[in-house]
């Protein structure tokens, strides 16, 4: 397995255009989460999944963000309406609850959306 | 409530050893993590203690944990140009496994 993969990783969009990004997590992991990265901050938790079932969202998420783990497997996090705030890095992570249970949640490479 | 703390900057000269300090407040917290980051790069799990411990050693790494003042800190072993990074602690929410992150550390190690 290569461990967590994210695409695209760049995205450059205009004030307004819908976005959306993918993650592929690690084959065996059953937890997928979100992330957020601002310049000079630490990652903000945004959403995860058990599964396919979307178990907590952080309020920072609003309205216009929405993410789907339809299979269990590969995630989407899509945001309509993209504002200039939305600009950062976004972050996937994986990790798995099954028999032995590590606790350990391994990142993708990020995709860094800067917005217009 | 949830709030991890780290200093910003730490610079050290190459072959010393760096220790990077972490305080966190909420004590419910399962595990506590450190994480390297490059340039555009994604976070790099390096470590991380159960929190019903007080110390982990993993090569040149050393974590120390304090319970009692919630107080975490990394201590890198002879230190080289390759570990200048920023350098993110993290503490585990219960059931949700969610992290709370720190605003990270750039270390900065000069010949």
């Known amino acids: 397995d290569t461990g967590v993969s994210q695409n695209p990783r760049h995205k450059i969009t205009k004030r307004g255009q819908n976005v959306t990004f993918r993650c592929d997590p690690i084959s065996e992991h059953n937890r997928l989460y979100w992330y957020r990265q601002t310049l000079g901050q630490g990652p903000e938790f945004l959403t995860y999944f058990q599964n396919e079932a979307q178990l907590e969202k952080s309020r920072l998420l609003s309205d216009r963000f929405s993410a789907e783990r339809p299979k269990g497997s590969f995630s989407t996090l899509e945001i309509q309406r993209t504002e200039q705030g939305d600009s950062a890095m976004y972050l996937c992570?994986?990790?798995?609850?099954?028999?032995?249970?590590?606790?350990?949640?391994?990142f993708g490479p990020g995709t860094r959306l800067t917005v217009t | 409530g949830e709030d991890v703390e780290q200093s910003l900057f730490l610079s050290v000269r190459e072959g010393d050893s760096s220790v990077i300090n972490c305080t966190y407040t909420?004590?419910?917290?399962?595990?506590l993590y450190w994480y390297k980051q490059e340039p555009g790069a994604g976070l790099q799990l390096l470590t991380y203690i159960f929190s019903n411990m007080d110390m982990k050693q993993d090569q040149r790494l050393t974590v120390l944990l304090n319970k009692k003042d919630k107080h975490l800190s990394l201590r890198i072993a002879d230190t080289q140009t390759g570990d200048s990074a920023i350098y993110f602690c993290a503490e585990s929410m219960r059931n949700t496994d969610k992290l709370i992150f720190g605003t990270g550390t750039r270390l900065q190690v000069f010949p």
């Open positions: 909420d004590s419910s917290s399962t595990y």
């Open positions: 992570a994986s990790s798995s609850t099954g028999t032995g249970y590590s606790y350990e949640q391994y």
